[in-house]
């Protein structure tokens, strides 16, 4: 299987989609702090599945799916940071901490069978 085919980075790079939009709709000062905080966590989720994906063996795979975890989680509080602070309405926040919700699951899903696969392969 390729990378782009793999559902997990297929929904990261939909939410980097959806919060570049979010980026390009804030003022300036706005840009340079939140904005940039939450591209880079919503960005490194994609990016840390796509490293994990090339790695060889399994256990410094799940470093990184980890690693895209983590990212998830810090993307969720920037989201939330965005509605609180009226930067986003709440059809978008809902939306989009929806996809985060739903990219958690699949992850842990893909995590655990990546885990499952290696203990059977022993």
Do not use: C, P
């Not at 804030?26 to 960005?43: F, H, M």
């Not at 998830?72 to 996809?99: A, C, F, T």
């Amino acid at each position: 299987m390729e990378l782009g085919k793999l559902e997990i980075y297929k929904l990261s790079l939909n939410l980097s989609k959806e919060i570049w939009d979010v980026y390009f709709s804030l003022q300036a000062d706005l840009k340079y702090n939140i904005g940039n905080q939450v591209i880079r966590s919503i960005d490194s989720i994609g990016a840390n599945i796509a490293e994990g994906y090339g790695r060889f063996h399994y256990k410094d795979s799940l470093k990184f799916y980890y690693n895209a975890r983590g990212s998830l989680w810090e993307s969720k509080h920037w989201v939330y940071l965005l509605y609180q602070r009226k930067l986003i309405n709440n059809e978008r926040y809902e939306k989009m901490l929806g996809d985060l919700e739903l990219l958690g699951k699949k992850l842990n899903g893909f995590i655990k069978s990546m885990k499952e696969k290696n203990t059977n392969d022993k």
